[in-house]
C-alpha cells in the first residue's frame, strides 16, 4: 500500500472505530456531554489528563501503521510490515489502551457510572477480538517474527523499557 493510502485509510479508521467507541458512544451516554462535571476533588483534572494523553498515544499509534506498517489498523487494509516501533515497543495493543484510557478518563470528568459499565464491556469486547482474531491472524501473517514480539512485548499492561528487539 502507497503511504497516501494508508495515512487516509488510517484517518478514516480513526474516525469510525475509535471515534465511535471511545467519542459518539460516550457521548450519547452522558447526554452529549451535558451532564455535571465531577465534583469529587480532581477527578476533572485526573481525567482531561488521561483524555489527551490517551489521545496522543492513539494517533502515535495510527500514524506508526500507517508509517511504518505500510497499512492501516482496520482488518481489510492490513499492514504489510509487523508494527513494532514507537509506543509499540512497550505495548501490543496501545490502540486498545488509548481507548480504554479515553473512556475511563470520561468516567472520571462526569463520574458517570453508565460510561463506566460500557468501558467494561468495551474492554470485554476488545481483548476477546485480541485474542479470538488479532493474535491468530497476526502469528499466521508474520509467523516467528510476530511470536518473538509477542514474548517480549506485553499486551496491555506497558513495560516501563522500549524492547530493542526489532
Known amino acids: 500500500m502507497r503511504t497516501f493510502s494508508a495515512i487516509a485509510g488510517s484517518a478514516l479508521f480513526l474516525v469510525v472505530a475509535p471515534g465511535v467507541v471511545a467519542g ?27 483524555v ?14 500507517a508509517l511504518e506498517g505500510l497499512g492501516t489498523p482496520a482488518p481489510v487494509a492490513p499492514t504489510e510490515k509487523l508494527v513494532v516501533g514507537g509506543i509499540y515497543r ?24 453508565p460510561v463506566l459499565l460500557y468501558g467494561l464491556i468495551a474492554a470485554a469486547a476488545m481483548f476477546s477480538f485480541v485474542k479470538i482474531y488479532e493474535e491468530p491472524t497476526l502469528a499466521q501473517r508474520y509467523g516467528e517474527e510476530y511470536e518473538v514480539y509477542r514474548r517480549a512485548v506485553p499486551g496491555w499492561l ?5 524492547w530493542r528487539g526489532h
Open 24 to 50: 459518539l458512544m460516550p457521548w450519547l451516554l452522558t447526554d452529549h456531554y451535558r451532564k455535571p462535571l465531577a465534583t469529587v476533588p480532581g477527578f476533572v483534572a485526573a481525567g482531561s489528563i488521561l
Open 52 to 65: 489527551i494523553g490517551a489521545v496522543a498515544i492513539l494517533l502515535h499509534a495510527f500514524a506508526r501503521f
Open 90 to 113: 512497550h505495548v501490543r495493543n496501545p490502540m486498545y489502551v488509548a481507548v480504554l484510557a479515553i473512556i475511563l478518563g470520561q468516567v472520571l470528568i462526569f463520574s458517570s457510572w
Open 158 to 162: 506497558p513495560r516501563l523499557t522500549p
